[in-house]
């Protein structure tokens, strides 16, 4: 349930432009948006092109299309995380001083050799804690040695309720273990640079996909350690394939700029979007100012939505989704 403070919400919406946004993104996106927007709340755009490498050229400017064909509007200029280096490397030498943080050698190859225990998907191995021994400035001896500065979680994994999934407790020293907060690269990592930002920008309401729910309690202890006031979390189910994974490329063509292209009604997609949320009792066009006042996070199902050929047949996009078995790689 979402928490009512009598003060209208910020919410944000932070598309990364290291790749295409698609049906899922935008489905969070909305829901995102309707619950800001019906709440009299601001929303803000924010992208999260610190990962250099993987940054798309254009990607950007995608987004910002997409999110205009949708009908989904935001306050403000956008930031621009490559922007605010100098917030994150402040925050990073607040962390230094009080030892929160170390520089870490282990390449993924040491950790991954090192693990003795099975992982999440897209959590890694746990670290094992080889160099947390170090003290930050130990890091002044490592010159010419690339190395990451990790968080120590010592014993404490904080729980915290979900404004959609209820009470949450997860033991971070199975999960990952310390984590990195600044890369070797000499770039934050994402766990500190949307910390910084949502809280400078006064952020009270984060809405994203449930496969971040292990980041939350490592943003907490974060937040925790920089004194800033945490915001709101709550995790949305996520859009799968008929194979019930993640949607992705494997899954076929599902970008947003596709359906633009091949000729879609953003309504369209926003009713069947609005059907799997509980908003409307069929999908049928509508635009994201109608759904404002249908807008109910109760209603929004538990399990993933599962987007079939038909669905997507229904809003006349007809490239074909593609079913591929469990053992196949993406």
């Known amino acids: 349930m979402i928490a009512e403070s009598g003060t209208p919400p910020v919410g944000r919406l932070a598309p990364s432009p290291t790749g295409a946004q698609h049906i899922g993104n935008a489905r969070t996106y909305l829901i995102a948006w309707l619950s800001a927007r019906s709440r009299g709340g601001r929303i803000l755009l924010r992208f999260e092109d610190i990962d250099s490498p993987r940054v798309k050229p254009g990607a950007a400017g995608e987004a910002c299309a997409d999110l205009h064909w949708l009908g989904l509007d935001w306050d403000g200029e956008p930031i621009v995380q490559s922007q605010r280096l100098e917030a994150y490397t402040s925050a990073l030498s607040w962390l230094r001083s009080l030892e929160y943080v170390y520089p870490c050698t282990c390449s993924r190859t040491d950790i991954a050799q090192a693990a003795s225990a099975p992982h999440l998907e897209h959590e890694g191995p746990v670290y094992p804690g080889t160099c947390s021994q170090r003290r930050s400035a130990d890091a002044a001896q490592l010159e010419g040695q690339p190395y990451a500065w990790r968080?120590?979680?010592?014993?404490?994994?904080?729980?915290?309720?979900?404004?959609?999934?209820?009470?949450?407790?997860?033991?971070?020293?199975?999960?990952?273990?310390?984590?990195?907060?600044?890369?070797?690269?000499?770039?934050?990592?994402?766990?500190?640079?949307?910390?910084?930002?949502?809280?400078?920008?006064?952020?009270?309401?984060?809405?994203?996909?449930?496969?971040?729910?292990?980041?939350?309690?490592?943003?907490?202890?974060?937040?925790?350690?920089?004194?800033?006031?945490?915001?709101?979390?709550?995790h949305v189910p996520?859009?799968?394939?008929?194979?019930?994974?993640?949607?992705?490329?494997?899954?076929?063509?599902?970008?947003?700029?596709?359906?633009?292209?091949?000729?879609?009604?953003?309504?369209?997609l926003l009713g069947l979007l609005a059907w799997s949320c509980g908003w409307l009792a069929r999908p049928e066009p509508i635009s994201a100012q109608e759904l404002i006042p249908r807008f109910r996070l109760e209603t929004i199902p538990r399990k993933p939505f599962v987007l079939q050929p038909a669905l997507l047949r229904s809003i006349g996009y007809p490239a074909p989704l593609v079913v591929q078995s469990q053992g196949t790689p993406a």
Request: net charge neutral; no cysteine; charged share 25%.
């Open 238 to 268: 996520l859009v799968v394939g008929p194979d019930g994974r993640r949607l992705a490329k494997r899954h076929g063509d599902t970008r947003l700029q596709r359906l633009r292209a091949a000729g879609v009604r953003p309504e369209s």
């Open 151 to 234: 968080f120590r979680l010592g014993d404490y994994s904080p729980p915290f309720v979900d404004g959609f999934q209820g009470p949450v407790e997860l033991d971070l020293r199975k999960i990952g273990g310390d984590f990195v907060i600044w890369k070797s690269a000499g770039t934050p990592a994402y766990q500190l640079a949307v910390v910084v930002d949502d809280a400078a920008s006064g952020v009270t309401e984060v809405i994203r996909g449930d496969d971040l729910v292990p980041s939350t309690p490592r943003q907490l202890l974060l937040y925790e350690a920089l004194r800033m006031p945490p915001p709101q979390f709550l």
